[in-house]
């Protein structure tokens, strides 16, 4: 990096490096990841508790394990962009503002009368 920053933030900008994520996943490529490290105990809200009548469900990462319950033993679970988590209504996850809890509950009711 220090040898050209320019280039090496000019880099980053453009797929599939993106932001700083991807810049310290192409400088230590070798890297332990958690998921491996923790198996089961770290996972993706969308690829595997969201449900198609959940808030944030995305078909292209569900990967069929997923019944909108926190499964046991899990330590973190992942949000991916959106939904932010306290838009979820999940009981699991902290409650940060009266006015996201309800309208969070209100969006999840909606969704499951679909």
Same mark, same amino acid.
């Not at 932010?84 to 009981?91: C, F, G, I, K, Q």
């Given at each position: 990096? $220090? ?50 009548? $959940? ?60």
């Amino acid at each position: 990096f $220090m040898k050209n920053p320019e280039k090496e933030i000019n880099a980053i900008r453009t797929p599939p490096y993106h932001g700083d994520q991807g810049f310290i996943g192409r400088i230590c490529q070798d890297a332990e990841r958690w998921q491996n490290i923790l198996p089961g105990r770290i996972i993706s809200y969308k690829a595997n508790i969201a449900t198609p009548k $959940m808030i944030g469900f995305n078909p292209e990462l569900y990967d069929g394990t997923g019944n909108g319950k926190l499964p046991d033993g899990v330590s973190i679970v992942c949000f991916h962009g959106s939904p932010r988590p306290w838009n979820t209504a999940l009981p699991w996850v902290p409650y940060f503002s009266l006015k996201n809890t309800i309208q969070s509950k209100v969006k999840q009711y909606k969704l499951s009368l679909r």
